[in-house]
């Protein structure tokens, strides 16, 4: 007989299809916030005039701006933003941005909320994993702050309050968790994505189809992970086209936010994933790809790899995307190189000298024990690496 438990997440809303600025004021209007703290994406604050939206309509509640996050969410951008935050004095954190933006604001209130101010103090807060699959976090303190997150991106780690934070002395992406490191609300305006790069946007969207194909094909399934993961692929492929064929086309658009949500139903509840996801944090912290561009070059081949254990559950995702009765590797596999995204990791400049280092830090990464088909140790992900090259 079926049996389990479903854990709902700390969130309280997610707001879609309005502006998102008039959305933001009403949600400061909401929580009773005074002083805001903004953290947006630099390109947006350059070359958009979505910040000043921002200005406009949080008015003498606007306490601060951050505009430097680097990519994958360095420890020094977060301390520096942290620190900012806490001489501000601020109450609620608010994102504009992708998904380095989200994940530094989530460690940013971890900082606030265990007295965090260097990124020697930082990094004792973070998971350690040892290559047995046993991981152990250190005792955090919630958040004294929480956060609202527009995001412009699909990577839905938003959606999670699970936060990835670099450690760029030793080159890996470290993971940090709190359950109410988990936004508030989440704002999705499909309006404001279009300031987000085609190859940005379409990769962080496969990124969102990694979630929900992992969670549908997960060792410990769950009922409403796998009804949500089932609707977020059906939107994502025909959101993730629409976009493709014209850029401007907001009903898409918002297909593929409400697919990336769903996606992320899994993950809330505790679902574990696999090789693709514990892979693709080292080919992120470890070789400096782009978070979407992982599951780009790694997804077809960790579902190859997997279909002697899970075939059955990945008929679900070809079904999903269209295809019944094709191999889930090569529909997604077809689904990327449709969009133009890279299927190689010689397309994403990583070189078969990294293989060694990169197998070792992924069997470190909470996902790779729980992949379908056991990974034996860094030989088997390097025969991953290889078929993926």
Not at 73 to 85: E, G, K
Request: glycine share 12%; proline share 6%.
């Amino acid at each position: 007989m079926l049996n389990g438990i479903h854990r709902f997440t700390e969130m309280e809303q997610v707001v879609y299809g309005r502006p998102f600025a008039a959305a933001a004021a009403a949600e400061v209007e909401r929580l009773g916030a005074r002083a805001v703290y903004v953290m947006v994406g630099g390109t947006l604050s350059r070359e958009t005039d979505v910040l000043t939206q921002l200005r406009d309509a949080l008015g003498n509640r606007l306490a601060g701006i951050c505009t430097k996050m680097g990519a994958h969410t360095p420890r020094a951008d977060v301390v520096a933003a942290a620190n900012a935050a806490r001489e501000a004095k601020a109450d609620l954190i608010l994102t504009l941005g992708g998904g380095s933006i989200t994940d530094g604001a989530k460690v940013v209130e971890l900082c606030l909320g265990n007295g965090v101010t260097t990124t020697e103090e930082l990094g004792a807060f973070a998971a350690k994993t040892a290559p047995n699959g046993s991981s152990r976090r250190p005792p955090t303190k919630a958040p004294a702050v929480r956060g609202v997150t527009i995001p412009t991106t699909l990577s839905a780690g938003e959606f999670s309050a699970f936060a990835g934070c670099t450690d760029t002395e030793r080159m890996v992406k470290e993971s940090y968790l709190h359950p109410q490191l988990i936004p508030l609300t989440v704002i999705l305006d499909p309006a404001v994505t279009v300031h987000t790069p085609e190859w940005l946007f379409l990769s962080t969207g496969i990124r969102a189809v990694d979630h929900a194909t992992e969670a549908l094909c997960s060792v410990a399934s769950a009922p409403y992970a796998d009804a949500s993961a089932m609707h977020a692929l059906r939107l994502l492929g025909r959101g993730l086209k629409g976009v493709k064929a014209n850029p401007g086309d907001l009903e898409a658009r918002l297909d593929c936010q409400t697919g990336a949500w769903l996606s992320m139903a899994g993950v809330g509840a505790g679902v574990p994933m696999g090789a693709s996801h514990g892979i693709g944090h080292v080919l992120g912290g470890t070789a400096g790809v782009p978070h979407g561009y992982t599951s780009c070059v790694m997804l077809p081949h960790v579902l190859r790899h997997n279909e002697s254990v899970n075939a059955e559950r990945q008929a679900w995702v070809s079904e999903a995307l269209g295809e019944p009765g094709g191999r889930a590797g090569d529909v997604v596999g077809a689904l990327i190189a449709g969009l133009g995204l890279p299927t190689r990791l010689r397309d994403v400049g990583v070189e078969p000298e990294q293989f060694d280092r990169i197998a070792a830090q992924s069997m470190h990464d909470r996902w790779l024990p729980t992949n379908p088909r056991k990974i034996d140790g860094p030989a088997t992900v390097r025969a991953l690496l290889e078929q993926a090259w």
